[in-house]
């Protein structure tokens, strides 16, 4: 598939990248962070929470609210999975990675998705970007195949366990805490909303 920059006009409908934020002590910190074969995330790690950026992220970028940084690492080249957000989601890539995106108003009544409608974005290695409450994303792939480390900022709580009782239709997409979720069946995600449409995307 086609890749495009995030500084392309392309990407402005999903999000915007940041300028001007020192990023170097966190690409520092996130060197110690594990890079396994599959994917891992962790949603809140207190070390990264430490840094100066934390502020910067709390009280300029997110307006003075609680947030959590945590990381997404590991191995990836297909899409799996689309999820959405009520808020938007702070990337900064460590590595060079590729971000999968769609658009939330472009998801079915009946909540179902084609995957022909993602677009592939590249994340230069200390890039901060921003993607959009109504964009679609889910873990980054790597660049050339090689692995990836990002780093993940949401408000505060977003990620965790989760259980309501379903009142609204799009309860069933709800796979976390401020987390909607469909999945492509080729991904095999237990419990998910298997929604997506199409080919299983790659890179």
Not at 68 to 86: D, M, P
Request: hydrophobic share 40%; net charge negative.
């Amino acid at each position: 598939m086609q890749i495009q920059s995030v500084f392309d006009k392309a990407f402005a409908k999903y999000g915007k990248v940041y300028k001007g934020i020192e990023v170097e002590d966190i690409l520092k910190a996130m060197k110690n962070t594990p890079l396994p074969e599959d994917v891992i995330y962790v949603p809140s790690d207190s070390e990264l929470e430490t840094l100066d950026i934390a502020t910067v992220m709390s009280k300029n970028v997110y307006g003075d609210m609680p947030v959590q940084i945590g990381y997404c690492n590991g191995h990836n080249n297909k899409l799996n999975a689309l999820e959405y957000h009520r808020s938007s989601e702070i990337n900064i890539a460590v590595t060079d990675m590729i971000l999968l995106l769609g658009m939330q108003q472009d998801i079915e009544e009946d909540f179902t998705y084609d995957t022909s409608l993602v677009e592939a974005f590249m994340v230069p290695e200390g890039t901060v970007v921003e993607m959009y409450a109504t964009t679609l994303h889910y873990a980054p792939c790597g660049f050339d195949g090689e692995g990836f480390r990002c780093v993940v900022v949401l408000p505060r709580g977003t990620n965790y366990d989760v259980k309501v009782e379903e009142r609204i239709a799009e309860d069933k997409l709800l796979a976390a805490t401020n987390k909607w979720l469909i999945a492509h069946p080729d991904a095999q995600i237990e419990g998910a909303w298997e929604g997506l449409k199409g080919k299983n995307l790659e890179v």
